[in-house]
């Protein structure tokens, strides 16, 4: 079996891992006492990663994982190496600002065309009310296409989506029809440019005319009837004939949870149809977790390979990063279908990245 190298973040820090599937063996710990809110890599060059740390910066290593070096400043919540050339890197941060570098992470220009969106637009960035004051509105997510470079996506948390078809250098809001704009993963429906889906914190859309307008795409999602309930998450199109969605999902948001002290009834759905019809993942996972499926990680070389990072309510967004909280680490050889944990009994895993080691 592959022998792979496992980026596992918890929320105080991260743990980098290899193994080839019959035990993890743990290669080196860092970021002691901080939250790394995501982490990419390229698929080219396996030992290169960025990690976004909240309200500290953005990281690369070029080794694997066994030094990180600082390459930007400021509240870095999100990565992405564009598909067509991996020296193209995009990074956004809070508050909402989108930066661009064309030598793999080295030096970054800004891309702030989406700053003269009008007034109307930008009164609509902005944390939810318990966290004013304690952050800002950040961009959670990037998406470039990889038919057309110059379609980018970016997602707002607090905020929306925008989109850009000059490759960065003019923006619009494409928000319609999203009721609550915290939005967390997009990803386009394979073989068009004009179909979407997004996740976000209360349900899961779908686009069919390039965002300008989106509709709720949740049959058969629990809580689909309940919007303050039908929490959506990181999600995967594992290709294939039908493709596949696998989505991450729990009862409520953070705050539900927090302040009506539940747990997160975390749960993982498939969808064959494009997100038309969801259902719950057959084996291996309970369809109410105690814990939130926070991250998915795909395998550098198996499609229908997945991971899954689990994580409790006690995730800290990077303002409490020494609640440890618990988790767990699973995966599926069968795109969704079954899970077994290869880890259990872990400080709560809030991101996660798998290369070829």
Known sequence: MERLRYYIAHNSGLEVMSGNGSGLRTEGTFFEGRTLEHLEGCRKRPEVVFAA???????????????????????VRTFTVDPHDEQIVYMGSGPIRLHRSDDGGTTWEPLDGMLALPATVKEKWGPPAPLRGKEEAHVRDIFVHPGDRRLIFVLLEHGGVLLSRDGGTTWEDRSSGIDY???????????????????????????????????????????????????????RVVPGTPPRMVLCGGRGSPGVWMHEKVTPHGHILLSDDAGAHWRFTAQGIGHEEPCMPWVLASHPSDARTLFCGMGDGGRGFG???????????????????????????????????????
């Open 319 to 357: 303002l409490q990063p020494n609640e440890r909280g618990r988790g767990a680490w699973y995966v599926s050889r069968d795109a969704g279908d079954s899970w077994e944990p290869m880890l259990r009994d872990t400080p709560a895993v809030v991101t996660a990245w798998v290369a070829a080691d």
């Open 53 to 75: 740390v909240a309200f500290d910066g953005g990281y690369r290593t070029v080794d694997a994982g066994q030094t990180w070096q600082k390459i930007a400043d400021g509240d």
């Open 181 to 235: 704009v915290d939005m967390h993963v997009i990803e386009h429906v394979p073989g068009t440019t004009e179909s979407y889906c997004v996740s976000s914190a209360q349900g899961f859309y779908r686009t069919d005319d390039l965002g300008a307008h989106w509709h709720r795409s949740e049959a058969g999602m629990p809580w689909s009837g309940e919007p303050r309930y039908c929490y959506s998450h990181e999600w």
